[in-house]
């Protein structure tokens, strides 16, 4: 028997097989909706609470405070309360109804504001006036740590070591910073690749910052290379993931799977992993799933 917090991580990964036509290379899509909360970030919201806690930072009482698109305000609302800590989240007002009533079950106070930018600013700004805790999921190296700690090792060690790409899009990048770290570790010639949106393309979960809040955790240079993928692209590939391969995600996952092809139509041979990032039940009143 496990705890919650036990059965966060170790996601099964599950061969795609119908989406490309290149018999040398397989495409593997590790299943982080199979996580307690539904999604990735419960690794992070996971990893920043606890580390925070063992460090002091947190205690008995505290009141957190964190922006978010969707998926890390459910797991930080979550997580929070397994710790009796009060949590508010701000998110976007264009956010699916689905996630704010999703945090609103968990007890968290929501507040909605225009953009995940403004959100930010007014995380920020409630922070300090020292009510708050902001676990700033953007600048917070626990966010990725917890992907070096657990992604890129349960990657390695369910592939054999054979990977040869990652793939993930690239929202706080957490995910793509602290799985690179890991896999370079293990071997300097995986290949990692990002995913971002076209210019005037929204993806839920992926972002092309503007530069002045671009993450402070990313680092360039672990990241091999960047693809854009447009919003059609990965509205199309999320309704065939579901159609075809029966794997039931959100439009970020759409958007690593479409990168995840294309890349495969490049290649003589290679075993390909990307994050499937979600559940497709957070987004069904967003019409994603609509004809």
Known sequence: MSTLLELV??????????????????????????????SVKDRAAKNMIESAIARGEIKAGTKLIEATSGNTGIALAMIARLFGLEIELAMPSNSTRERVLTMEAFGAKVTLTETIESARDYAVDKAASGEYILLNQFENPDNYLAHYK??????????????THFVSSMGTTGTIMGTSMYLKEQNPNIQIVGCQPTEGSKIPGIRRWPMEYRPKIYQPERVDRIMDISEEEATVMTRRLAREEGVFGGMSSGGGVAASVRLASELEEGLIVCIICDRGDRYLSSGLFGE
């Open 9 to 38: 991580g170790n996601t099964p990964l599950v061969e795609l097989t119908k989406l490309h036509a290149n018999p040398r290379v397989r495409i593997l899509g590790k299943l982080e909706g199979n996580n307690p909360g539904g």
């Open 150 to 163: 657990t992604t890129g090792p349960e990657i390695f060690r369910d592939t054999d070591g054979k990977v």
